[in-house]
């Protein structure tokens, strides 16, 4: 069980990045997926979740309307589209599936950094 983050970049306040998770030795659908966020001195914290079955999803309020999270089963893969980018969503991105051991499986992470 494996998740492999990607995307991550410089960006100005205002801009567009779309992050992807990719999954390998199950099948996200099946499972409960997350992207959390953490920045230099705070708590991670999570901002998006999807639960393919029955498609629901459910956001932070600080990203509400701005953030959105999708999957591709045929690619067994979760996005982050993050637009309207503010210097505050400036953190390590990390995906997390409630698979593979009790506290779930986290990605290595993916540095996104909002700055003009």
């Known amino acids: 069980v494996q998740l492999v983050e990607s995307g991550g970049g410089l960006v100005q306040p205002g801009g567009s990045l779309r992050l992807s998770c990719a999954a390998s030795?199950?099948?996200?659908?099946?499972?409960?997926m997350s992207w959390f966020r953490q920045a230099p001195g705070k708590e991670r914290e999570r901002v998006a979740a999807?639960?393919?079955?029955?498609?629901?999803?459910n956001y932070a309020d600080s990203v509400k309307g701005r953030f959105t999270i999708s999957g591709d089963n045929a690619k067994n893969t979760v996005y982050l589209q993050m637009n309207n980018l503010k210097p505050e969503d400036t953190a390590v991105y990390y995906c997390?599936?409630?698979?593979?051991?009790?506290?779930?499986?986290w990605g290595r992470g993916t540095q996104v950094t909002v700055s003009s």
């Open positions: 997390h599936a409630w698979v593979g051991t009790p506290g779930g499986t």
């Open positions: 030795g199950f099948a996200f659908r099946n499972y409960a």
């Open positions: 999807l639960v393919s079955v029955g498609d629901r999803t």
